[in-house]
């Protein structure tokens, strides 16, 4: 059988004559919104929830607006060009794609050492493992997901899986706390406090670094390219979005029946506390549940993106992509076990990630009104423009983290 360019038989690639699989859409989906779902996203969903309450409500629906602005430009550009994302901007500028292949995978492996230590927590909490061990035994399941003879399809089906069981276990835990819904709606669209910090914050968390080109690589991998897959891939790029929201909604829904109780978040655990006060022990334990999937699959999603940024380098990991990447993951594993924490060289990665998010958009951009990129393809022009926008607004997010966070390496 042949395969289009730029796939493989383990990535689950697709005949050419082959109806589009919902399938894969839905599981390229599944894999960007459960790259962004990890543990930072918890934490940050419970925090802002206990500063803002219901007007935690208008920072999601704005972050969704932009997350949708992102991810619609990316996905369908790179379907269109064929190409990855750091390819594509060597292509707008020779050269712009090494930087960002550079920053991707350093910011990836400083989020993946966290991830990591977000599973060993995971473990903690349900089995009394130490994090380390914890962190250990979550690598081998990863690892051993890239190690499948059809990776692809083991990939978008550890995504979904794990994907529904959070939402699912999220929604009881909502249920159970009674949260003000009727004011959360109103809240979410007239809010009395509005926090463009909190905003930025949000879409830099959910499609910034790697994630924004999780999906699309993936889709890529798949043998989707060409104008005749933009109608499905457009879908599926809301479709990561929307599933991110939902999540984000539902936690925030839990968060917020917690505080509007009376009750107050544990500042050393927002996100445990939450489901701690409306469940108890047992509640606790769903908590470590939630953390170890959304740790587990921000490490997947994050070592399989970033490894796709180094596929252009060398026709070697080009070829042996799976076990580069468990060397990616035994690598985050390896730091977070001996050192605990990421070194500081990591942290001033994690700042610079915030960076990339703009500039690889901006390319995107470009990429989508040349000729020599995506031939006489039409590009929307609000797209077009709402795409600038996001780029602006996470400028400035990136920005402010590299002011704030580099001072710190030097203390």
Same mark, same amino acid.
């Given at each position: @059988?042949?395969?289009?360019?730029?796939?493989?038989?383990?990535?689950?690639?697709?005949?050419?004559?082959?109806?589009?699989?919902?399938?894969?859409?839905?599981?390229?989906?599944?894999?960007?919104?459960?790259?962004?779902?990890? +543990?930072?996203?918890?934490?940050?969903?419970?925090?802002?929830?206990?500063?803002?309450?219901?007007?935690?409500?208008?920072?999601?629906?704005?972050?969704? #607006?932009?997350?949708?602005?992102?991810?619609?430009? @990316?996905?369908?550009?790179?379907?269109?060009?064929?190409? /990855?994302?750091?390819?594509?901007?060597?292509? %707008?500028?020779?050269? =712009?794609?090494?930087? %960002?292949?550079?920053?991707?995978?350093?910011?990836?492996?400083?989020?993946?050492?966290?991830? !990591?230590?977000?599973?060993?927590?995971?473990?903690?909490?349900?089995?009394? =493992?130490?994090? /380390?061990?914890?962190?250990?035994?979550?690598?081998?399941?990863?690892?051993?997901?890239?190690?499948?003879?059809?990776?692809?399809?083991?990939?978008?089906?550890?995504?979904?899986?794990?994907?529904?069981?959070?939402?699912?276990?999220?929604?009881?835990?909502?249920?159970?706390?009674?949260?003000?819904?009727? /004011?959360?709606?109103?809240?979410? #669209?007239?809010?009395? /406090? !509005?926090? @463009?910090?909190?905003?930025?914050? =949000?879409?830099?968390?959910?499609?910034?670094?790697?994630?924004?080109?999780?999906?699309?690589?993936?889709?890529?991998?798949?043998?989707?390219?060409?104008?005749?897959?933009?109608?499905?891939?457009?879908?599926?790029?809301?479709?990561?979005?929307?599933?991110?929201? %939902? @999540?984000?909604?539902?936690?925030?829904?839990?968060?917020?029946?917690?505080?509007?109780?009376?009750?107050?978040?544990? +500042?050393?655990?927002?996100?445990?506390?939450?489901?701690?006060?409306?469940?108890?022990?047992?509640?606790?334990?769903?908590?470590?549940?939630?953390?170890?999937?959304?740790? !587990?699959?921000?490490?997947?999603?994050?070592?399989?993106?970033?490894?796709?940024?180094?596929?252009?380098?060398?026709?070697?990991?080009?070829?042996?992509?799976? =076990?580069?990447?468990?060397?990616? !993951?035994?690598?985050?594993?390896?730091?977070?076990?001996?050192?605990?924490? +990421?070194?500081?060289?990591?942290?001033?990665?994690?700042?610079?990630?915030?960076?990339?998010?703009? #500039?690889?958009?901006?390319? #995107?951009?470009?990429?989508?009104?040349?000729?020599?990129?995506?031939?006489?393809?039409?590009? +929307?022009?609000?797209?077009?423009?709402?795409?600038?926008?996001?780029?602006?607004?996470?400028?400035?997010?990136?920005?402010?983290?590299?002011?704030?966070?580099?001072?710190?390496?030097?203390?």
């Amino acid at each position: @059988m042949n395969y289009p360019a730029g796939a493989s038989k383990d990535a689950g690639a697709l005949k050419p004559a082959q109806k589009t699989s919902w399938s894969v859409l839905l599981g390229a989906a599944f894999i960007m919104a459960t790259s962004a779902i990890g +543990p930072g996203f918890l934490t940050q969903t419970a925090v802002f929830t206990g500063e803002l309450a219901a007007n935690f409500g208008f920072v999601i629906l704005a972050s969704v #607006v932009l997350d949708i602005g992102a991810q619609l430009n @990316m996905w369908r550009i790179i379907t269109v060009s064929g190409m /990855r994302g750091q390819d594509i901007a060597n292509a %707008v500028l020779p050269g =712009l794609g090494y930087f %960002v292949a550079f920053a991707i995978v350093l910011g990836g492996l400083a989020f993946n050492i966290g991830n !990591i230590a977000g599973a060993g927590l995971g473990m903690n909490v349900l089995f009394g =493992l130490t994090p /380390r061990v914890g962190a250990l035994i979550s690598a081998l399941i990863a690892v051993f997901v890239f190690l499948s003879k059809e990776t692809g399809k083991a990939l978008d089906g550890f995504a979904k899986v794990l994907g529904l069981v959070m939402i699912v276990i999220t929604v009881y835990i909502a249920v159970m706390t009674s949260p003000p819904v009727g /004011r959360a709606i109103v809240k979410s #669209v007239a809010p009395d /406090r !509005i926090d @463009m910090f909190a905003v930025l914050t =949000l879409v830099g968390g959910t499609v910034g670094g790697y994630i924004t080109f999780a999906g699309g690589h993936r889709l890529l991998d798949a043998g989707m390219k060409g104008r005749e897959y933009l109608k499905e891939v457009s879908k599926a790029s809301v479709s990561g979005i929307l599933i991110t929201a %939902v @999540m984000r909604v539902v936690l925030f829904l839990a968060a917020l029946g917690v505080v509007a109780a009376g009750a107050s978040l544990d +500042p050393a655990n927002p996100p445990a506390s939450v489901f701690k006060i409306a469940a108890g022990n047992a509640g606790f334990k769903f908590f470590g549940i939630v953390l170890w999937c959304a740790a !587990i699959t921000s490490v997947a999603g994050a070592a399989y993106t970033s490894v796709s940024f180094l596929r252009s380098l060398h026709p070697v990991i080009e070829k042996k992509q799976p =076990l580069v990447t468990v060397g990616f !993951i035994c690598l985050s594993a390896l730091v977070f076990v001996l050192v605990g924490k +990421p070194v500081k060289v990591l942290i001033a990665a994690g700042a610079l990630n915030g960076l990339i998010l703009p #500039v690889a958009l901006l390319s #995107v951009l470009a990429a989508a009104h040349s000729r020599k990129i995506t031939g006489d393809y039409k590009h +929307p022009l609000w797209m077009t423009v709402f795409g600038v926008f996001v780029a602006l607004t996470t400028a400035v997010m990136g920005g402010k983290t590299l002011i704030t966070e580099l001072p710190k390496l030097f203390k």
